[in-house]
């Protein structure tokens, strides 16, 4: 079995050097050394998989999974995440990394998903998996959502990028009229920002890419 060459780059020292001393169980797995970032630009070893630990106080932050995809996008990125933090899984996954752990998972699931993203292919670990089909429940049920008629024009014009000024005077509202439908298509929706109101008109064929 070929060798894996894995980056451990969290943060916290415990963390760090608990994972090291699990790897050299397995003969098959080679920890390079260094914590910075920017010590693997000056590694002779490229690693296969970077470590990174998310969803703590003092984890590394989703940015730092971000930054390392974009400058090293042939290395994957492996999140251990707290258990319980399902939207940092979630977060984890948007910002590029290809596999989610939790923190207290098993030492062989930590073995397997290492092996798996050297292979170049993605590892969820059931937590993460369920974060994500939850998330997408959350989704289609949001998307099924009833809108009137008038609550779908608005919905399409603000996706569009309509003023609500400006859906007033197309449709002959008053401002505050449309404000109103806004806030209750937003509350039926579930939705918090403009973003969600264009993902939901997306999914609804209210608008096209």
Same mark, same amino acid.
Request: charged fraction near 20%.
């Given at each position: 079995?070929?060798?894996?060459?894995?980056?451990?780059?969290?943060?916290?020292?415990?963390?760090r050097?608990?994972?090291r001393?699990l790897?050299?169980?397995?003969p098959?797995?080679?920890?390079?050394?260094g914590s910075?970032?920017?010590?693997?630009?000056?590694?002779?070893q490229?690693p296969d998989?970077a470590?990174?630990?998310?969803?703590?106080?003092?984890?590394d932050?989703?940015?730092?999974?971000r930054?390392?995809?974009?400058?090293?996008?042939?290395i994957?990125?492996l =999140?251990l /995440?707290?258990?319980? $933090? +399902?939207?940092a899984?979630?977060s984890?996954?948007? @910002?590029?990394? &290809?596999?989610?752990l939790?923190?207290?998972?098993?030492?062989?699931?930590?073995? =397997?998903? /290492?092996?798996?993203? $050297? +292979?170049?292919?993605?590892y969820?670990?059931?937590? @993460?998996?369920a &974060?994500?089909?939850?998330?997408?429940?959350?989704?289609?049920a949001?998307?099924? =959502?009833?809108?009137s008629?008038?609550?779908?024009?608005i919905?399409?014009?603000?996706?569009?990028?309509a003023?609500?000024?400006?859906i007033a005077k197309?449709?002959?509202l008053?401002?505050?009229?449309?404000e109103?439908?806004?806030?209750?298509?937003?509350?039926?929706l579930?939705?918090?920002?403009?973003?969600d109101?264009?993902?939901?008109?997306i999914?609804?064929?209210l608008?096209?890419?």
């Amino acid at each position: 079995m070929a060798t894996v060459h894995v980056y451990v780059a969290a943060s916290e020292t415990l963390i760090r050097e608990g994972l090291r001393c699990l790897f050299s169980r397995d003969p098959t797995i080679e920890v390079i050394d260094g914590s910075p970032l920017d010590s693997l630009c000056e590694a002779e070893q490229v690693p296969d998989v970077a470590i990174l630990v998310v969803g703590v106080p003092t984890g590394d932050s989703v940015e730092v999974i971000r930054n390392l995809c974009r400058r090293f996008p042939k290395i994957k990125v492996l =999140a251990l /995440v707290a258990s319980s $933090a +399902q939207e940092a899984m979630l977060s984890a996954l948007r @910002a590029g990394a &290809a596999g989610c752990l939790p923190l207290d998972a098993d030492p062989g699931d930590l073995i =397997a998903a /290492v092996r798996t993203l $050297a +292979q170049g292919e993605c590892y969820l670990h059931p937590l @993460a998996a369920a &974060a994500i089909m939850n998330e997408y429940r959350q989704g289609e049920a949001a998307s099924c =959502a009833h809108l009137s008629p008038r609550e779908e024009e608005i919905l399409s014009l603000l996706a569009s990028g309509a003023t609500n000024r400006e859906i007033a005077k197309r449709l002959h509202l008053s401002t505050r009229t449309v404000e109103a439908h806004r806030a209750k298509i937003m509350a039926k929706l579930g939705a918090q920002h403009l973003v969600d109101l264009i993902r939901h008109a997306i999914r609804r064929g209210l608008i096209k890419l």
